[in-house]
């Protein structure tokens, strides 16, 4: 199972281009190097395997998506990364 890790390290599943939060809600869609939330309004930006929020991203949007379910994962959390940016608002 593929994951990234938001910047304070809460894991998110991949499945594809969309992410999915540990109790298995769709949070985001990958996009160009982004992910926007089911409303398509800017989440983060993927920088190696971290999602981090870029406030000079923020005004970026993305084609709204019906959210679906997952099954969650137990994966623990990483150490916070020093990258630049903020936690991304995303429910765990």
Known sequence: MEMIYT???RPLKV???DLFS??????ARMRNGKAYGPDGRYVGT???DRLIYRGTNSA???SPF???SSGGHGY????ASAAWGEE???PD
């Not at 540990?22 to 949070?27: E, L």
């Not at 623990?76 to 150490?79: C, E, G, M």
């Open 22 to 27: 540990r109790s298995g809600k769709h949070v």
């Open 76 to 79: 623990a959390n990483h150490a």
């Open 15 to 17: 499945s594809g281009q």
């Open 66 to 68: 019906a959210p679906r």
């Open 88 to 90: 991304p608002p995303i």
């Open 46 to 48: 993927i920088v190696n």
């Open 60 to 62: 970026s949007i993305s």
């Open 7 to 9: 910047k304070n390290g």
